[in-house]
């Protein structure tokens, strides 16, 4: 049987969950995976909750609607587990990687009394450092390939670097700063 695994992400927007989701598509669509990537749009602004969804499978995949219940969930800003049920559909044997600079065990209570895995890691500490500025998508981009095992973290890696030099081939500091970022980031995930 066709193993799709399904990830939606929360996020506000300008954080650049959208971005994101779509960046681990185009890296899993490298890696050989048929792949999904795409937001759900609604009358969205800046700071606004959104939602975006990826697929990733070893076969085509048919299926062409929203996530209802997804394997993983990323939390880009950790404001919404109080202002959006992030865990409805989510499976217990998933988890839940949340951008936060608190231990999973502290977030559990805020989950709706989810029982799978809780992971955290504080994106905007990671970002800051490597990046100078509060980017987040970078560093939960990595934090989902790590706790999903998705694609091979050190394929991940090196596709991402290359589609970094195409994206950024005249900012090589940029290329620099989001892939420390990644390495950073994917060493930095806490989980419960």
Request: glycine share 8%.
């Amino acid at each position: 049987m066709n193993k799709i695994t399904e990830i939606r992400w929360h996020g506000r927007g300008g954080q650049g969950a959208k971005t994101a989701c779509l960046l681990l598509a185009d890296v899993a669509f490298t890696a050989g995976k048929y792949v999904q990537g795409f937001p759900e749009y609604g009358p969205e602004r800046m700071g606004a909750p959104i939602t975006a969804y990826n697929r990733i499978s070893d076969e085509r995949c048919t299926v062409h609607s929203n996530i209802y219940t997804p394997d993983y969930v990323v939390v880009v800003d950790e404001t919404l587990l109080e202002a959006v049920d992030v865990t409805a559909g989510l499976k217990e044997e998933g988890a839940i990687v949340i951008n936060s600079s608190k231990d999973p065990e502290e977030l559990k209570p805020l989950l709706r009394g989810y029982k799978g895995g809780v992971f955290t890691i504080d994106a905007r500490s990671v970002s800051e450092k490597n990046l100078g500025k509060y980017f987040p998508n970078t560093p939960m981009l990595a934090a989902i390939v790590k706790v999903s095992r998705v694609l091979d973290e050190d394929q991940f890696v090196a596709d991402m670097e290359d589609s970094f030099s195409h994206k950024f081939a005249s900012k090589p500091q940029v290329i620099e700063g989001n892939m420390n970022c990644l390495k950073d980031a994917l060493k930095e995930v806490k989980g419960a």
